[in-house]
């Protein structure tokens, strides 16, 4: 009897992280979110988590151009990488970040919708567990194969790979807010192939890393984003394209 007893809590015990993760509520439900535990997360356990901040307007007033930001920092420190994806977009990954120790764990982007769509954030902190951060953004659609604004304009040519940004001061860090310009084309549109940024790398004066970040095609065209920066010094950042195009600008 003992012995029933002791194997019966033994399973118990062993049983109860998968159905404590299974009993959660998604807060923002969708039929994509177990697809993308499979394919992005490799099924690792994870917790949705109302401390992983993920902002977006109610509504895509531009289905082309919409602001999200992701807030991670009341795990600064902690954070190894942050997945952030838009779950009914046909290209739904946005970035894959990863803050050093002296980046916080925030970023602000643009990107394209192409209807209503929940928007994940999936932070990987140094225990192995992700915590999963979600919204809801209602849009009229057609974000993602709308025609090109930038390829339209004289000389986009010419503007390639420009940035244009500034470091702003905070009461203990900076935020660096820029903007390059480049067409991010995402190759739905009829005969215009892939062209977009695909890597970025915030380094000190010295060159060392302090964050990387991989973009992918369902940011917006010219992509703005935003960082904090922890202490003082002159940064650089760099970018690449997946053409082989490499750009960078100090701030």
Known sequence: ?????????????????????????????SVMWDYY???????????????VRV???????DARQVPI????????????????WAELNPIAQIFDFRPGEQVRAR???????????????????RDGLWHIGSAQV?????????????????GWEERLGQVLGKRYPLADASRLRLQVAHPMDNGLVGGIPEFFLNQAELRDSAGN???????????SENPTISLEVKGEGTT?????????NEFRAAF
Not at 138 to 154: F, I, K, L, N, W
Not at 236 to 244: I, P
């Open 138 to 154: 209602d849009a009229a659609g057609g974000g993602c194969t709308a025609p090109s604004v930038v390829r339209a304009e004289a």
């Open 69 to 84: 930001e992701v807030d991670a920092s009341a795990y600064d420190g902690e954070v190894v990488r942050i997945l952030a």
């Open 209 to 219: 890393s302090l964050a990387t970040l991989e973009l992918f095609a369902a940011v």
């Open 107 to 125: 970023l602000a982007i643009r990107i394209r919708v192409e209807q209503a769509t929940p928007i994940r954030a999936a932070v990987l902190t």
């Open 236 to 244: 650089e950042l760099w970018l690449r394209d997946n053409n082989g």
């Open 37 to 51: 535990h499979a394919r992005l997360l490799d099924g690792a356990p994870f917790v949705f988590d109302k401390r």
């Open 1 to 29: 009897m003992d012995l029933n007893w002791r194997s019966c809590l033994l399973l118990a015990l062993l049983a109860a992280p998968w159905e404590s993760q299974a009993a959660q509520v998604d807060p923002v439900p």
């Open 55 to 61: 902002q977006v307007p109610p509504f895509a007033e």
